[in-house]
């Protein structure tokens, strides 16, 4: 009877083990509450150093213990180099989530609203403090050659023409 509650006792162990992340090590940065030992959805905060930021756009700074150790990464990272908000493009938005700082080789995507073409790489990275040129947003008529908003005074037989006027009414011609 006793190997019987053995076998039993070794199972419990194996089942409640228990999950559990070791302090962080934070280079450039620390963290509260500091404690030895951390369990399963316990919550920390990081605050990095002064010019650095967190590698993660985690801007509630809160992160987890999770059976795989901390959830997200915990980095802070040099700012030295890095670019303020990306650059406004007339008629175009940005795919991702915009952020207040990006680190150094850090890129975003352009794209161009309905009716514009885009002229210039979608991509602009971040690059010395800088930003990289930006593209262009240009509307449909000014790759025909006419102004946007102006109206042709010819148009080819058997074409068609689509554009938005100032006004916010769209003409088709055609």
Not at 22 to 29: A, D, F, H, K, R
Not at 46 to 67: H, M, P, Y
Not at 93 to 118: A, F, P, R
């Amino acid at each position: 009877m006793s190997a019987r509650i053995s076998f039993f006792n070794i199972l419990y162990d194996l089942f409640s083990l228990e999950i559990t992340c070791n302090p962080p090590s934070i280079l450039n940065g620390f963290f509260k509450p500091q404690r030895t030992i951390y369990r399963n959805g316990d919550l920390i905060r990081i605050q990095c150093d002064s010019g650095f930021t967190l590698e993660t756009d985690n801007r509630g700074k809160v992160f987890e213990c999770t059976k795989n150790g901390w959830s997200p990464s915990l980095k802070c990272v040099n700012i030295e180099g890095g670019c303020g908000r990306p650059p406004a493009v007339d008629n175009a938005d940005i795919v991702e989530m915009l952020k207040e700082t990006y680190i150094q080789s850090e890129s975003i995507t352009y794209q161009c609203q309905n009716l514009y073409i885009m002229e210039g790489s979608a991509r602009v990275t971040c690059q010395n403090g800088r930003w990289s040129k930006a593209p262009i947003c240009t509307g449909r008529w000014s790759s025909l050659g006419f102004a946007s908003g102006s109206l042709p005074t010819s148009l080819v037989f058997g074409g068609s023409f689509l554009d938005r006027v100032s006004c916010g009414f769209l003409l088709i011609f055609g």
